[in-house]
């Protein structure tokens, strides 16, 4: 009798041990996804372009690369984790070329380029 107490007193105490041990918590990776259309070149007039984002943190930011797009958030947006959506204003292309620019989505240490291209006048 005294060994099975013993053995019950023993398998408390382990059971207690792995009870109290902290939970592992899991950092979610900062990423940053786009989804959007056309697959083809935008008109050669001014116009805008929505580009859904799927951000996984907050704190994300865009940044245009070329002087004739500008970026905004939807209105009522933010910069914080989920699904947003991003304004690109293109301007007239002029150029008598098509024409590319890329917008930076970054996050953390996280970079995704969307391309657009806009037909020629």
């Known amino acids: 009798m005294k060994k099975f107490l ?11 041990a792995i009870s109290c041990q902290k939970e592992v918590q899991h950092e979610t990776p900062a990423s ?9 070149p935008v ?8 580009v859904t984002v799927s951000a996984t943190v907050d704190g994300w930011t865009v940044t245009s690369q070329a002087d004739w797009i500008t970026v905004s958030l939807a209105p009522g947006m933010e910069y914080t984790k ?9 301007t007239e292309n002029t150029t008598g070329s098509q024409r590319s620019g890329d917008v930076v989505f970054s996050v953390g240490s996280y970079n995704e380029t969307y391309t657009l291209t806009q037909a020629a006048k």
């Open 82 to 90: 989920g699904v947003r959506e991003v304004i690109l204003s293109y």
């Open 32 to 40: 940053i996804a786009l989804y959007t259309h056309p697959d083809k």
């Open 43 to 50: 008109a050669a007039s001014a116009g805008t372009l929505g």
């Open 6 to 16: 013993m053995l019950l007193a023993i398998a408390s105490m382990a059971i207690g």
